[in-house]
C-alpha cells in the first residue's frame, strides 16, 4: 500500500511563503491524479490543486496566481509552493494520490496532513 509522507508545513506571517513536499513511498503507477488539499478549523476538507495524468495542473480560483504544484516522477514526489500567504490559507494540508487498479477501479491515498498558519 502507498504511503504518502507530507514535510514543509509551519507558522509565517501573511504575505510570507512555504513551499510543501510530498513524497511516495514506492513508485507511482497508473496514476490519475495527485495533488493538495487543506481543511481549515471547523471547515470541510477541499481541493487546492492538482495534477493530472498527463501533466496537466489545475489549481482552484481562490490560491490561483500564489500557489503552484509541481511534481518530480524521479522521486515519486509532488509539491506546492505557496506565495502571497493570506491567513485564510491557514490549515491542514493534505496530499493525495488516486490511481487505478487492474481493474480501472480508483484508489485513493492520503497523507497524515502537515499544518499550515498563517498570521497577520
Known amino acids: 500500500q502507498v504511503q504518502l509522507v507530507e514535510s514543509g508545513g509551519g507558522l509565517v506571517q501573511a504575505g510570507g511563503s512555504l513551499r510543501l513536499s510530498c513524497a511516495a513511498s514506492?513508485?507511482?503507477?497508473?496514476?490519475?491524479?495527485m495533488g493538495w488539499y487543506r481543511q481549515a478549523p471547523g471547515k470541510q476538507r477541499e481541493l487546492v490543486a492538482r495534477i493530472i495524468d498527463g501533466g496537466s495542473t489545475m489549481h482552484v480560483d481562490s490560491v490561483k496566481g500564489r500557489f503552484t504544484i509541481s511534481a518530480d516522477n524521479a522521486k515519486n514526489a509532488v509539491y506546492l509552493q505557496m506565495n502571497s500567504l493570506k491567513r485564510e490559507d491557514t490549515g491542514v494540508y493534505y496530499c493525495n494520490l488516486v490511481v487505478r487498479d487492474f481493474d480501472g477501479r480508483e484508489l485513493g491515498y492520503w497523507g497524515q496532513g502537515t499544518q499550515v498558519t498563517v498570521s497577520s
Open positions: 514506492e513508485s507511482i503507477v497508473n496514476m490519475n491524479s
